[in-house]
Each structure stands twice: as structure tokens, then as C-alpha cells.
């Protein structure tokens, strides 16, 4: 059963490890540890995507700044409690980490696919130049009863389509992760820069439940 499960969210990112570990939380007496990678893109931009990992994967007490790694796992999200609200925290749960001599060419080096569920009504719109854009968020179960809620965006014919997609329906999502800047509003006088993580989708299946 849980084998299944783990198919339905599938990542895997190669880039380069671009800060030191901070612990995140134990479970049953094993430590997770979070840390960023970077990962470029085919333009010159790059993604900073969190990773998840366990001490029992890597060396926490290392500094891997400037390696390069390929990381395999599942984008987990969880929420978190802050200024009255919860807050979507989303990273990439580790299950393999393999250390590389460098940057590898040519390689797909952010590669994710997801299959679950709609479960809010998609948000579409165009962009003042005329871009069609659709905003998805998907449920997908983990074992033990529990899913991850992952924010997709959709762009052109994809966006069309979504945008037609209904609560419950069945979606099979395959793109990359990206990670974007906004400035969040904290009271009048203040705001502060924050990283939104999404799935860009390149391709996507839907049945209607």
C-alpha cells in the first residue's frame, strides 16, 4: 500500500547545496535537518528549493556549501502556525541523496509528478500581456491518512484546460518546482520578502470524479 502511495509524488532535483543545516524536528528519535539547494533553470534564473533530510542520510554536522547533489524524494507540505493564520510550508522529503562531482550538462535536473486531487476551485486569469495563467492547489495522499497540499500554476492551453477542472476531480501533474519572491504586507508601515514555492506544470491529465 504505502509503495503505491509513495509513486502518487514523485521529485527529483539536481543543484547545488547553497547553505548549512538547521534543524527542523525529530520523530521517534530521528533528526530531520533542512537546507537549501539551487537549482538552475534553462534561462539564466535558478530555483532555491528546501530540502527535508534525515541524519541518518547525510552528516549534519558537515558543511556541504558549493556540492552538488542529486536529490530524490516526495514536496511535502505542512502548516504552520504564525500571525493568527496558518501558513503552507512546502520542501522536498529526501529519500535518496547521491553527491556529485559537479554540475551535470544537459541533465533534467528538476523533474516532478504528482497525482492527486483538486480541492479548491482552480483561479484563472490573464496577465495585463495577455498570458493565460490558472492556479491549482492538489491534495495528494501520503500513508496513514494524511495528505500534501501542493499549489500547481498552469500556463496557456494547460491554463484553459484547468481551468475547468472541479473540486474532487482526479489530476496527474507533471513539471518542475519553482520558487518565486513576494513581498508580504506585514501592518501599514511594514512588509517583508518572502519565497512562495509552486509546481510549474508542463503536462497534466484529469478524470472528473
Given amino acids: 500500500m504505502s509503495d503505491k502511495v509513495i509513486e502518487n509524488n514523485q521529485v527529483s532535483v ?6 548549512e543545516f538547521t534543524f527542523s524536528h525529530e520523530v521517534f528519535g530521528e533528526g530531520f535537518y533542512m537546507m ?13 528549493i528546501p530540502v527535508m533530510i534525515s ?14 547533489i542529486r ?4 514536496f511535502r507540505s505542512y502548516n504552520r502556525h504564525e500571525e493568527k493564520k496558518n501558513r503552507l510550508v512546502l520542501s522536498v522529503f529526501a529519500r535518496e541523496v547521491e553527491f556529485l562531482e559537479d554540475e551535470v550538462e544537459n ?14 476551485t482552480p483561479v ?13 492547489l ?33 489530476a496527474q501533474i507533471w513539471g518542475r518546482i519553482q520558487s518565486r519572491e513576494y513581498v508580504k504586507k506585514i501592518d501599514e508601515e511594514e512588509s517583508e520578502k518572502r519565497i512562495a514555492y509552486e ?9 472528473e470524479n
Fill in 199 to 207: 509546481v510549474s506544470v508542463s503536462k497534466l491529465d484529469y478524470e
Fill in 107 to 120: 541533465a533534467k535536473t528538476n523533474q516532478i509528478y504528482l497525482d492527486g486531487y483538486i480541492c479548491k
Fill in 14 to 19: 539536481i543543484g547545488e547545496i547553497v547553505s
Fill in 124 to 136: 484563472y486569469r490573464k496577465t495585463p500581456l495577455g498570458r493565460e495563467i490558472a492556479d491549482l
Fill in 55 to 68: 541524519e541518518r542520510l547525510i552528516n549534519v554536522e558537515e558543511d556541504y556549501t558549493g556540492e552538488y
Fill in 36 to 48: 537549501d539547494v539551487l537549482v538552475r533553470r534553462l534561462s539564466d534564473s535558478a530555483d532555491i
Fill in 71 to 74: 536529490v530524490a524524494g516526495q
Fill in 138 to 170: 492538489i491534495a495528494v495522499n501520503r500513508p496513514y491518512g494524511k495528505s500534501d497540499y501542493i499549489p500547481c500554476i498552469c500556463w496557456g492551453r494547460n491554463a484553459r484546460f484547468a481551468s475547468g477542472f472541479e473540486v474532487g476531480g482526479h
